[in-house]
């Protein structure tokens, strides 16, 4: 069945780096675009990134402009997350989301938690 | 890129309808079709119950349906049952490749 399964989450300091992934299986990865999207604790959704299916392009949220960066590795069917510079307000549950043929997000992963703390 | 604004919280008996707001401008809601909808239940992942506005996803109950006006959509849930209790979050693709959630809905069946 068509599966995505984040990981890497764990607890961090302020202004270090974690690397999140999202391993996509029951679907051929390569022919969709994927986003990270994160929820911050008794809050609301937040729009991360995407990336294009090969790879090409890549957009991200202000918030993160500069400090994350989101990549691919079709070869292993896995997306990632690459984030530095982590501050207090980037601790949130971190989804990976299919891009779905109508922009939206149809498949999501259970996500995978950071928490930025001292 | 401002979140969407949608009430925090929506409440009906069994059987009954509830209806969200979920309010932008004219750069995401009001500009495209892209619309969609998702239903989170505590602990769970986010799932997809509405795309382009109005369309449901197969196996999504046909008591969900979504509609747009301006900048404003909305989803309502007919016929309401327990298992609708949970946490509904609209999202607008906004240009640019880039989307925007709203904060979220609060659903209790009374």
């Known amino acids: 069945q068509v599966q995505l399964v984040e990981s890497g989450g764990g607890v961090v300091q302020p202004g270090r780096s974690l690397r999140l992934s999202c391993a996509a299986s029951?679907?051929?990865?390569?022919?969709?675009?994927m986003h990270w999207v994160r929820q911050t604790p008794g809050k609301g959704l937040e729009w991360v990134a995407v990336?294009?299916?090969?790879?090409?392009?890549?957009y991200y949220a202000d918030s993160v402009k500069g400090r994350f960066t989101i990549s691919r590795d079709s070869s292993k069917n896995t997306l990632y997350l690459e984030m530095n510079s982590l501050r207090a307000e980037d601790t949130a549950v971190f989804y990976c989301?299919?891009?779905?043929?109508?922009?939206?997000?149809?498949?999501w992963g259970k996500g995978t938690t950071v928490t930025v703390s001292s | 890129q401002s979140a969407l604004t949608q009430p925090p919280s929506a409440s009906g008996s069994p059987g009954q309808s509830v209806t969200i707001s979920c309010t932008g401008t004219?750069?995401?809601?009001?500009?495209?079709?892209?619309v969609s909808w998702y239903q989170q239940h505590p602990g769970k992942a986010p799932k997809l119950i509405i795309y382009?506005?109005?369309k449901r996803p197969s196996g999504v109950p046909d008591r969900f349906s979504g509609s747009k006006s301006g900048n404003t959509a909305s989803l309502t849930v007919s016929g309401l049952q327990a298992e609708d209790e949970a946490d509904y979050y609209c999202?607008?693709?906004?240009?640019?490749?880039?989307?925007?959630f709203g904060a979220g809905t609060k659903v209790t069946v009374l």
């Open positions: 029951g679907f051929t990865f390569s022919s969709y675009g």
């Open positions: 989301a299919r891009w779905g043929q109508h922009n939206d997000m149809d498949v």
């Open positions: 004219s750069s995401d809601v009001g500009g495209y079709i892209y």
């Open positions: 999202c607008s693709y906004a240009g640019s490749n880039t989307w925007v």
């Open positions: 382009e506005v109005s």
């Open positions: 990336i294009r299916h090969d790879g090409s392009d890549k």
